[in-house]
């Protein structure tokens, strides 16, 4: 059994910074690629980064310059730092990994940008 657990949401201002993370536990050998989608309120869920255990890193268009992602192979976590926080930044963040064939979800962090 796998689980992904995620913190570090919250209520933010426009400009402002959050740091999300994510940990997974349970019985696997290695995680070669961990991601953060979101989902806002009547829209489908995005890809916002993503990176691999050689470090390499994609993001979505609209996040690049803004957000940055972090990932510990020997502690099997990741984190996602926001900078420069928008309104259109509000949703539910979760974390994803594909590990041995099976997709694996967080229960889902609320970042909410507002003044």
């Known amino acids: 059994q796998v689980q992904l657990v995620e913190s570090g949401g919250g209520l933010v201002q426009p400009g402002g910074s959050l740091r999300l993370s994510c940990a997974a536990s349970?019985?696997?050998?290695?995680?070669?690629?961990m991601d953060w989608y979101r989902q806002a309120p009547g829209k489908q869920r995005e890809l916002v980064a993503s990176?691999?255990?050689?470090?390499?890193?994609l993001f979505a268009d609209s996040v690049k310059g803004r957000f940055t992602i972090f990932k510990n192979n020997a502690k099997n976590t990741v984190s996602l730092q926001m900078n420069s926080l928008k309104p259109e930044d509000t949703a539910v963040y979760y974390c994803?990994?594909?590990?041995?064939?099976?997709?694996?979800w967080g229960q889902g962090t609320q970042v909410t940008v507002s003044s």
């Open positions: 349970g019985s696997f050998f290695r995680i070669y690629t």
């Open positions: 990176i691999t255990s050689d470090g390499n890193a």
């Open positions: 994803h990994a594909r590990i041995m064939g099976l997709d694996y």
